[in-house]
């Protein structure tokens, strides 16, 4: 049986002078428990809920964004596939911006810290490759959205 779980790559935009996309930063949320791994807001799928309740349920009780904290990005959508003490898991990324970018992070007791990061210090704590090039993607698709606008 495959473990799914789902979440959100969160990012707010800095009021700077560095132009877009670097303005950029990503919450990531060190865990409580084993290696204190730096990971987005996720968690396991409840039986009966989709995939996108998870996200907005995990999201606020790890982090505590709530929907109305939150605008889903259409169109992103990233899937993870690994192994987890060597069973197979699956975990679904959306995009979500924080509408206010001075909003409060508040951690559960599953995580023990959390940083706002650009680009590169958010790879660089994540460690593992899938979720870099998570970031990265999102953080192109963010750059290609706002060379539409």
């Known amino acids: 049986m495959v473990l799914r779980a789902c979440g959100f790559i969160v990012f707010r935009r800095l009021a700077s002078r560095v132009p877009p996309p670097d303005n950029i930063e990503y919450l990531l ?27 907005l349920r995990e999201t606020k009780e790890e982090a505590g964004l709530g929907a109305e904290h939150l605008r889903v990005i259409d ?22 911006e924080l509408r206010d970018p001075g909003t ?8 023990r810290d959390y940083r706002w ?23 192109r698709y963010l750059g290609a959205l706002q060379d539409k606008q």
């Open 29 to 55: 949320l060190q865990t409580s428990y084993g290696t204190h791994h730096w990971t987005p807001p996720k968690g396991h799928v409840d039986p009966g809920e989709d995939d996108l309740t998870t996200a």
């Open 75 to 96: 169109g992103f959508l990233q899937e993870l596939r690994y192994e987890v003490q060597g069973k197979p898991k699956e975990v679904l990324y959306w995009l979500a």
């Open 104 to 111: 409060a992070v508040t951690l559960s007791g599953e995580h």
């Open 117 to 139: 990061a650009r680009l590169e210090e958010a790879c660089t704590l994540a460690q593992y490759k899938d979720l870099q090039d998570t970031l990265r993607s999102a953080h």
